[in-house]
């Protein structure tokens, strides 16, 4: 098996390697042992579990852990308080304590879900993600950010929790459906978009043997993990730099929170595609980046079979009042103002603080109307 490691050199004796490649939620139980914990609680969705869950608790047994499971149903209207007190429940009645492991497996939800749970049980349990989808194994299982949704907005309610591990199986992304691939190479995609115009001239020569499985897979996921481990380390909290990985995000949480977070109209990384697609056109609008560049970006993300207009979600996104009402619950949002990620060209994104609403609203009009 090729394998891959990226290791994440936080301080305080909490740095921890990701590792990539196929294969290794065959071996999770001997991956997990030099950790030290007496057991293992794994939480999952039941779509994962059906498909990994019995190995995956056969392997950490193997191992001389004891493993539990604990399971919530699939879908993003699983990241709300009455499943997050579920699984605390859960973990809980396993006898979870501070030196155990919790591990995610699954999703960008469950990784969220099982990390904030992780976070706050015993105020702080250990635990480790194994993402099974492209999204998370590129993004959201790496860095720490843990947490679930508000009525009021997407991930508003949340702690900072590093994992002690990673195990990024690219095997499992064989059982996903083709609407999962493209919306986790949304965010593989946007890593060129913020600072490396390089990966993401790469990305548009090779994003179908990414999906195919090839060796580029491996490779996007550990050059997007490397990417993403950088700016932790220099911005763990998202004080500064960090708020560049949420380009096209400002965007993408407002959609979900209008489609009521309802992954049968618009799964996350549809919404950051579009979200993507929005961030660039609007950067053109104000005179910030070429309308050549812009346009690329749409027309590739349209290749890769995702969306990049409004009027792509089904059932419609509100107006322009609406979106524009719940970007203000935006976590970038400072003393009230609206901040965006925006671009100067593909690869050249920056931080833009106090946008005039005016504007945002106009543009959200134009785009509707489209």
Avoid at 72 to 90: H, L, M, N
Avoid at 153 to 173: C, E, M, R, W, Y
Avoid at 226 to 239: I, S, T
């Amino acid at each position: 098996m090729s394998l891959e490691t990226v290791h994440v050199p936080l301080d305080q004796g909490r740095a921890y390697d990701i590792l990539v490649g196929r294969g290794l939620l065959a071996e999770v139980g001997a991956r997990l042992a030099p950790l030290g914990a007496r057991a293992v609680a794994v939480v999952s969705d039941t779509t994962v579990a059906g498909l990994y869950g019995e190995a995956v608790l056969a392997s950490l047994r193997e191992a001389g852990l004891r493993a539990a499971l604990v399971t919530v149903e699939p879908g993003e209207g699983s990241k709300s308080y009455a499943t997050f007190a579920q699984v605390c429940d859960g973990l809980l009645a396993h006898r979870i304590e501070r030196r155990d492991l919790v591990l995610a497996l699954g999703g960008g939800v469950v990784g969220d879900l099982a990390g904030f749970a992780a976070a706050v049980l015993r105020r702080g349990v250990r635990f480790v993600q194994a993402p099974t989808t492209l999204l998370a194994q590129v993004d959201s299982s790496v860095g720490g950010k843990t947490g679930i949704n508000s009525g009021l907005g997407k991930n508003l309610i949340g702690a900072f929790h590093q994992p002690n591990l990673v195990l990024a199986d690219t095997a499992a992304l064989d059982s996903l459906s083709a609407r999962e691939m493209r919306a986790g190479y949304a965010e593989v995609a946007k890593y060129g978009l913020i600072d490396d115009p390089g990966f993401f001239a790469w990305c548009e020569a090779n994003f179908s043997e990414i999906f195919s499985g090839g060796q580029a897979r491996e490779r996007a996921v550990a050059a997007c993990c490397r990417a993403k481990a950088g700016v932790v380390v220099r911005d763990e909290r998202e004080d500064g730099e960090r708020a560049l990985l949420n380009l096209g995000h400002t965007f993408a949480h407002a959609l979900e929170r209008l489609t009521a977070y309802d992954s049968a109209r618009l799964v996350h990384g549809e919404a950051v595609a579009i979200g993507l697609a929005l961030a660039f056109r609007f950067s053109a609008r104000l005179g910030l980046c070429p309308g050549q560049d812009a346009g690329r970006v749409a027309n590739h993300l349209a290749l890769a079979g995702l969306p990049t207009r409004l009027r792509q979600v089904p059932g419609g996104c509100g107006d322009a009042d609406q979106l524009l009402d719940a970007m203000r619950q935006d976590k970038k949002v400072r003393d009230g103002a609206l901040t965006f990620i925006l671009a100067r060209g593909i690869g050249q994104s920056f931080i833009a603080p106090g946008i005039e609403p005016g504007a945002v609203r106009d543009f959200l009009a134009e785009e509707l109307a489209a």
